[in-house]
């Protein structure tokens, strides 16, 4: 007869502890989602997702790369459209200073920021060159973060990314991701590695860095 498995008393309380504190997490966010809806609704990350979130370091000196954007405009550039791929810690902060914003996401949670929101598999964008066609040459920012640092992700992103251009040879592109990535990322898109590197609130294992397809460094001031 198989002999029963326990844990140490110190182990459980542990594990129970962390259960706990992520039910507690979880029924908060169902609040928050209930109560809050557009950029009131404020998430966890969701480590299974490959979620996590900027440093408000980042978020903030991002924010300011796009209101340095927004004033280079003239009355007669039209609209500035901007979309966010899979950086939603970016969101709020983006939309404070500019109205016409997506967060492109696979978690629906974010469903909460009402028609800003735009649900987003990577896992159609290969399959289907028709996928999210209403998007298409729609964007003049886009600012990407893969979820995953992988070649087949990377090239997915990019894809999506050339779909989304309004003009591909003056829509600006900024990418964030691991170092790794490089070569996998430069043979698919016209960018260069920034000085600028993004910080997270966790520290994460892998070197991030920052692409472009412009001089990102020269938007950001204390580089």
């Known amino acids: 007869m198989d002999d029963d498995i326990s844990l140490p008393a110190d182990t ?5 502890e962390f259960l706990l504190e992520r039910s507690k997490r979880e029924a908060e966010e169902e609040n928050q ?18 979620q996590f ?3 408000t370091k980042t978020k903030h000196t991002l924010r300011d790369v796009v209101r340095k954007l927004l004033a280079e405009r003239t009355e007669d550039s039209g609209d500035f459209s901007i979309a966010l791929l899979s950086c939603p810690s970016l969101y709020k902060d983006i939309r404070e200073i500019h109205d016409t914003v997506h967060i492109f996401e696979f978690d629906m949670r974010f469903e909460a920021y009402g028609t800003d929101f735009v649900h987003y598999d990577l896992n159609c964008v290969g399959s289907n060159p028709d996928y999210l066609k209403e998007h298409h040459q729609q964007y003049d920012l886009i600012v990407a973060d893969p979820p995953f640092l992988s070649q087949e992700c990377i090239a997915k992103t990019c894809e999506i990314v050339t779909r989304l251009q309004r003009n591909q040879k003056e829509s600006k592109v900024i ?14 898109l ?12 966790r520290n994460l294992g892998n070197e991030f ?3 472009a397809n412009f001089n990102l460094d020269e938007y950001i001031e204390n580089k």
């Open 12 to 16: 459980l309380a542990i594990l129970n």
């Open 33 to 50: 989602i209930a109560n809050k809806t557009g950029k009131d609704a404020q998430f966890e990350e969701d480590w299974q997702l490959s």
């Open 53 to 55: 979130w900027y440093s």
């Open 175 to 188: 990418l964030c991701s691991g170092e790794v990535v490089e070569p996998w990322l430069t043979a698919r």
């Open 190 to 201: 016209p960018v260069l590695k920034c000085i600028f590197r993004p910080e997270h609130e």
């Open 209 to 211: 860095v920052s692409y």
